[in-house]
């Protein structure tokens, strides 16, 4: 009888031991799967930052290139205006020079 006791006892001891082992292999398991999930987790945030700041680099980009084709074509307006101006002041501006130039040589015409 002492020996069946004995026996089962030692059963029941090496049930526990492997339900110790199984229980310790499935805890390292879960920190491992635990740790990968968070490494692709990490991974992922850092290629959606790399995602998020390139897309507002572009816009930025596309932005300044708007406003800058944009301040260009009302500097080529505002020349062509000026030009125009100068172009029609021309003929007056030679004549007063050509005056005043001969006020100087005291030419008469």
Known sequence: MKTDVLKSIRETEEEYQVMIRDAQAERKKSLSDAE???DNLVLKAQ???AEYRNQRLAEARAQAQSRYAEIVKEGEARAERLK???DKNLAKAVDLIVA???EQLHVTA
């Open 36 to 38: 990968l999930e968070a």
């Open 84 to 86: 125009a101006t100068g």
């Open 47 to 49: 290629n959606d930052a």
């Open 100 to 102: 005043r130039f001969k």
